[in-house]
């Protein structure tokens, strides 16, 4: 049986992220990952079995059967080239898009475009959210205003604000951005307040019995307790904004990875639909991973208590 | 000055964890507070810190009642409660960095560091410390305080039984050199007769003090002096008060 150290990761994580309350219990394990940054693909090995090895190889193989796999499919003309291309075919929709481009602009224009809009609507959901939350942590009479617009918009989904955007801001980037806001703003507030409640009691005590004062205990103790959690929400808000902007694109948009799929889709152009599916996942990955790399740097005693 | 706890009543709810406890811990005695688990020992001691105040009656510290925490009585708790994204000489120094004024005595940090016996780790974050250690670390942010009082709730609670001796050892030993006055809680008898000057015993439901009184062996401690008399008479009366 193999495992994958990815999966059993984020299920370290969803544990890690309901509040711990019992917090320095010393960890047995013994620490290695906490100056190093480890390949990006890889979270590092907790034994002296070299298991990232084999999980590689598994991944590598797995991967190569699903490719050799599609191609035989493909070549037995089970289903028609035209609703399954061929991964040659594939391939060769990517070159094309590559250097000539499709529908008027480049696939680096369509990615570029994609993630600005994305750096912008999800760092703005960051900058404003983690402020925002710390205060609804703090202030009862702030979180008593904010809370019911969040308690209501948290079960909407994203994607029916759409119509109501495109009425209001046309198809513009305006809209969009807003969407990944919307979308992911209560994502980042309510895993910043639950940071700030998770603060183990005892760190607040000692602190207390130091001298610390209050806005003291605040910078030098809560705010850095809250860390680990603000970060998997981030993790959590950049799929969110992930799924907004797609979304956005595929409705109401003249480029972008959403709309190169949508326009090609219209046009039976599947190979390109397969190839905007492949490269949303890979940045949508990336993206995820470039948290985790960031988390690492600041926020190294993750998972050490 | 004492501490001098006057008629205390702490009621949590309709719970009432301590009922009339009065105490007088003179300075520079080393009091240990023994009681079963849920006798009030560790709310009396949270008292004694201002983390909370009493429902009646007060406590004072040179003749001042105690409103809230201050770094005059630093708590060791069961926990170390270090932060995890300090290193060992940044956690130490977090008690002298909160206060406004300018800049941090690192001699002293660097001091304390030697003496609780940690120096080369002083970069080790505490997630790559044993648990003893951390609770070295513990004692140390609260030593670099120069607190009157050290108050500390079972710190060795937490510990497997060869650390724990050795860090009762080196505590008879560090209060030796600093000459505060420690007001130590337990639920071990031996520990509590072996470490203290005086010696406090309490009884549950509610909360009272049964005995005080003080333990009359010399103060160069050693461990064949579990087989004292005087240290088993102690024992034997602790024992009936406890219920054992």
Redesign the interface.
């Known amino acids: 049986m193999t495992v994958s150290p990815e999966h059993v990761c984020d299920q370290a994580l969803a544990i890690d992220a309901s509040p711990a309350l019992g917090p320095d219990v010393p960890d047995q394990i013994p620490s290695i990952e906490a100056d190093e940054i480890p390949d990006a693909f890889e979270i590092a090995p907790r034994s002296g079995v070299p298991w990232h090895h084999v999980s590689r190889f598994t991944t590598a193989t797995v991967v190569i059967c699903a490719v050799i796999l599609w191609q035989v499919i493909s070549d037995l003309h089970v289903f028609p080239p035209i609703a399954l291309p061929s991964p040659v075919a594939v391939w060769l929709a990517f070159i094309k898009l590559l250097t000539k481009g499709y529908g008027g602009h480049s696939l680096v224009d369509d990615i570029v475009t994609s993630s600005l809009r994305i750096a912008i609507g999800f760092g703005g959901a960051v900058l404003a959210g983690v402020p925002i939350g710390l205060l609804m942590a703090r202030n009862d009479l702030v979180f008593r205003v904010i809370d019911p617009f969040l308690q209501f918009g948290r079960p909407v989904p994203p994607l029916a604000y759409i119509p109501l955007l495109v009425v209001w801001f046309g198809i513009g980037e305006l809209p969009k951005v807003l969407l990944i806001l919307v979308g992911t703003i209560p994502v980042i507030i309510i895993g910043t307040i639950s940071g700030v409640k998770a603060t183990p009691i005892l760190r607040v005590s000692v602190a207390q019995t130091l001298g610390a004062s209050e806005a003291q205990i605040f910078r030098h103790v809560i705010l850095p307790s809250a860390l680990p959690e603000i970060f998997t929400a981030m993790r959590v808000g950049i799929g969110v904004a992930w799924t907004c902007l797609v979304a956005a694109e595929l409705i109401a948009a003249d480029q972008g990875l959403g709309w190169l799929v949508q326009y090609a889709g219209q046009a039976l152009q599947v190979a390109i639909v397969i190839v905007g599916i492949i490269v949303i996942g890979i940045l949508g990955y990336a993206m995820e991973l470039t948290i985790r790399v960031i988390e690492r740097r600041v926020v190294p005693w993750r998972g050490h208590g | 000055m004492p501490i001098v706890v006057e008629r205390v009543r702490k009621d949590f709810g309709r719970h009432r964890a301590l009922d009339d406890v009065s105490l007088t811990i003179e300075d520079g005695t080393f009091v240990t507070i023994l009681g079963a688990s849920g006798c009030g020992k560790s709310t009396l001691l949270n008292l004694i810190?201002?983390?909370s105040t009493p429902t009646k009656g007060r406590i004072l510290l040179d003749d001042v009642p105690i409103m809230?925490?201050?770094?005059d009585?630093?708590?060791v708790?069961q926990?170390?409660?270090?932060?995890?994204?300090l290193s060992l000489r940044d956690n130490i120094a977090?008690?002298l960095?909160?206060?406004r004024t300018a800049g941090i005595d690192w001699g002293r940090v660097d001091e304390v560091i030697g003496i609780m016996g940690l120096k080369g780790f002083e970069g080790h974050?505490?997630?790559?410390?044993?648990?003893g250690m951390?609770q070295r670390v513990?004692i140390a942010?609260?030593l670099v305080?120069n607190p009157r009082v050290l108050?500390m709730d079972e710190p060795f609670g937490?510990l497997d039984a060869q650390t724990r001796h050795r860090m009762q050892k080196f505590l008879l030993e560090l209060w030796g050199k600093i000459g505060a006055t420690i007001v130590f809680i337990t639920h071990d008898i031996d520990e509590a007769i072996m470490l203290g000057d005086r010696l406090v015993v309490m009884r549950a439901r509610p909360g009272r003090i049964a005995i005080e009184t003080g333990v009359p062996l010399p103060r160069a401690r050693h461990w064949d002096m579990t087989l004292d008399p005087a240290f088993l008479y102690l024992k034997r009366q602790a024992m009936a008060i406890l219920g054992e």
Do not use: I
Request: proline share 14%.
């Open positions: 810190a201002g983390l809230k925490p201050g770094p009585r630093v708590v708790f926990q170390p409660g270090l932060y995890p994204w977090f008690g960095r909160m206060r974050h505490p997630y790559e410390l044993s648990g951390q513990a942010r609260a305080m108050l937490a």
